[in-house]
């Protein structure tokens, strides 16, 4: 049985739940989904994104700029790794133990 109910929650969050009487009584599982409704609002701020298509726009646009900054370290872990080729890990520990003991 699935119920299905729109409620408002109130400001101490305290829900009281009441099963109807076709429910048997004895053990049961409960399963709650909580959803919140989201409201179509205007807002008044001029930076607020009015649209779908806008929120797109500025979620790539911050995700431009994050890729544009400097990531030395990675880099520098990229540029070890891009020498490798297709190599096993039996093969990456061979290597690592030919540094440390036989150098």
Do not use: C, F
């Not at 409960?30 to 779908?52: G, Q």
């Amino acid at each position: 049985m699935t119920i299905t109910q729109t409620i408002e929650i109130p400001a101490d969050h305290r829900l009281t739940i009441e099963v109807p009487r076709e429910v048997p009584a004895g053990l049961a599982k409960l399963e709650v989904k909580l959803i919140p409704v989201v409201k179509e609002h205007t807002d008044s701020r001029s930076d607020a994104p009015k649209s779908t298509d806008e929120r797109e726009k500025r979620h790539a646009d911050a995700l431009s700029k994050i890729r544009s900054q400097p990531t030395p370290r990675a880099d520098a872990l990229l540029g070890v790794a891009a020498n490798l080729g297709d190599i096993s890990l039996e093969q990456i520990r061979e290597e690592r133990l030919v540094e440390k003991y036989l150098k």
